[in-house]
């Protein structure tokens, strides 16, 4: 399988008939197993921690709704393998989720460079966000985009330290117009330590 070799491929995906007639029950268990891999912090930011799980099911679903075929796949196992954690590190989808569009605007305008101040706190040890380098996510104007991909990559020392789950593990931005830290729940480390080798 190649969940070990933390990188999706073909042979992984189920048949898109047998998918459609199995989808909602698909849906049902990924919504479970994604349940304390999501962390809110602060008013407006969400992170979505990806696994080889979450990255295959979006592949997949992405096929499903599209259509697109080995054309497709292509182009979607580019985009989703780099956020399949590589055994040493976590990833995350980080969603900035403000419903008013006017709200959402001022709010983005205002934290160019924000992927850039994320970090994960393991007893005083800081592991610093680095952002997918797919794109630049922070435009010239200094506008933020709402969606951002980063990479925490982690020293054996921190891994071991992060599976033992003894510790105060914190979540944070520091940018200047938003700053909150939130702790690790013990299901959220309990879940995140399984994307370690």
Do not use: C, W
């Amino acid at each position: 399988m190649s969940k070990e070799k933390r990188k999706i491929e073909k042979s992984d995906l189920i048949a898109e008939k047998i998918y459609s007639n199995t989808r909602r029950q698909i849906r049902k268990k990924l919504v479970e197993y994604k349940k304390n891999r999501r962390i809110a912090l602060g008013p407006y930011a969400t992170f979505y921690f990806e696994s080889f799980e979450t990255m295959l099911a979006q592949v997949q679903e992405m096929l499903h709704i599209e259509k697109g075929g080995d054309e497709q796949l292509e182009d979607e196992l580019k985009a989703y393998n780099p956020l399949v954690p590589n055994g040493k590190e976590l990833t995350a989808t980080l969603m900035f989720e403000i419903d008013n569009p006017v709200s959402r605007a001022s709010f983005l305008s205002k934290v160019g460079g924000i992927e850039k101040k994320v970090f994960i706190k393991i007893d005083n040890e800081i592991i610093k966000a680095m952002p997918e380098k797919d794109l630049d996510r922070t435009s010239a104007e200094g506008k933020a985009s709402s969606v951002q991909f980063i990479h925490f990559k982690f020293n054996d020392n921190q891994i071991a330290q992060f599976k033992l789950g003894k510790l105060s593990i914190e979540l944070g931005i520091n940018h200047r117009e938003y700053s909150h830290t939130t702790k690790l729940t013990e299901e959220n480390m309990k879940s995140l330590s399984s994307d370690f080798i």
